[in-house]
Nanobody, 115 residues
Framework: QVQLVESGGGLVQPGGSLRLSCVAS????????MGWYRQAPGKQRELVAA???????EYGEPVKGRFTISRDNAKNTVALQMNSLKPEDTAVYYC?????????WGQGTQVTVSS
């Protein structure tokens, strides 16, 4: 059974940084492309960053140059380093398979960027 547990969110001022982490209970984790998604109030969930099984990365335009996705296959974890945060980054952040996520979603982690 898939389990995805996200952590690391919080309240941060504009321009600040946060590092999110996701532990994925997936057999053969290293074989999957993984991504970080976010959902802001009143908006659809969107994919913001993805990392392939081989370590190649892709980013959505709103976060390019500010966010960095990484993975540790030995620990079944995916991380998202977020720098130069903006109020519009405020959302609940989730990890899941990419580009087609599992139907199951973890609880997510709230990121709030506000002064």
């Amino acid at each position: 059974q898939v389990q995805l547990v996200e952590s690391g969110g919080g309240l941060v001022q504009p321009g600040g940084s946060l590092r999110l982490s996701c532990v994925a209970s997936l057999s053969m984790f290293s074989a999957y492309n993984m991504g970080w998604y976010r959902q802001a109030p009143g908006k659809q969930r969107e994919l913001v960053a993805a990392i392939s099984s081989g370590g190649s990365t892709e980013y959505g335009e709103p976060v390019k140059g500010r966010f960095t996705i990484s993975r540790d296959n030995a620990k079944n974890t995916v991380a998202l380093q977020m720098n130069s945060l903006k109020p519009e980054d405020t959302a609940v952040y989730y990890c899941n398979r990419s580009p087609i996520p599992y139907d199951y979603w973890g609880q997510g982690t709230q990121v709030t960027v506000s002064s």
